[in-house]
């Protein structure tokens, strides 16, 4: 079965360093995008992609990038992580723009 | 930016009873969607509804766009339906707003 899956699950890092976030979908979706999760915040946009070679910022992209080299994947990348992006983060994806997103199973990241 | 709002924040129901949740928004949209996180963080789509009404088993959505708001009812509640419900507004360009949520529990 086509899916979207998130790795790591859960991950511990240190102030400064640089954290790949991998999210991956076997639905052939054009579009992928990254989300945060905080307490009192709901989920934020960080950044999406409409298509190999395409991102785009969201609402809080300051400090995260992200790349799209194929289909089926849009890592994000915390360039030098800071505490507050402690969070909970969340890949989707849709076949098309307006269609409804596919959410992974979460990646709880924490910051120390 | 367009509001999104729902209510109640928080509910406690007896299993077996029925509940409605409202999602209200501030401005036009393109698109609406109903999520429930179960207790293990997980998003699972509910309904995918930009008018209309739609069910799915004890589960059913009605949006009325040009009034700006969405309903969930949930009936015969089971302690499987804990957890938080989202509702999110498609805006323009794929930009997803959810609403702050309503965390549900429900007891035996």
């Known amino acids: 079965d086509a899916e979207i899956t998130q790795s790591p699950r859960h991950k511990i890092t240190e102030t400064g360093r640089q954290v790949t976030l991998a999210c991956h979908q076997t639905w052939n979706h054009n579009n992928m995008f990254w989300y945060r999760q905080d307490l009192g915040h709901g989920l934020r946009l960080i950044h999406y992609s409409y298509g190999v070679q395409d991102t785009n910022k969201g609402e809080v992209s300051d400090g995260y990038s992200v790349s799209r080299s194929n289909t089926e994947d849009l890592p994000l990348t915390l360039e030098s992580a800071a505490s507050s992006q402690t969070s909970v983060y969340f890949c989707?994806?849709?076949?098309?723009?307006?269609?409804?997103?596919?959410f992974g199973p979460g990646t709880r990241l924490l910051v120390l | 930016g367009i509001q999104v709002e729902q209510s109640p924040p928080d509910l406690i129901l007896q299993e077996g009873a029925n509940s409605t949740l409202r999602c209200n928004f501030s401005?036009?949209?393109?698109?609406l969607q109903w999520f429930h996180q179960n207790p293990w963080g997980q998003l699972i789509n509910l309904f995918y509804?930009?008018?209309g009404t739609k069910q799915n088993g004890r589960l059913s959505a009605t949006t009325v766009a040009t009034e700006r708001y969405s309903l969930l009812y949930i009936s015969s509640s089971q302690t499987t339906d804990s957890g938080v419900y989202f509702c999110a507004v498609l805006a323009s360009y794929d930009k997803v707003i959810f609403g702050p949520g309503t965390s549900l529990s429900v007891i035996p």
């Open positions: 401005d036009s949209v393109n698109n």
């Open positions: 509804i930009p008018s």
């Open positions: 989707a994806s849709s076949r098309i723009s307006g269609e409804t997103q596919y």
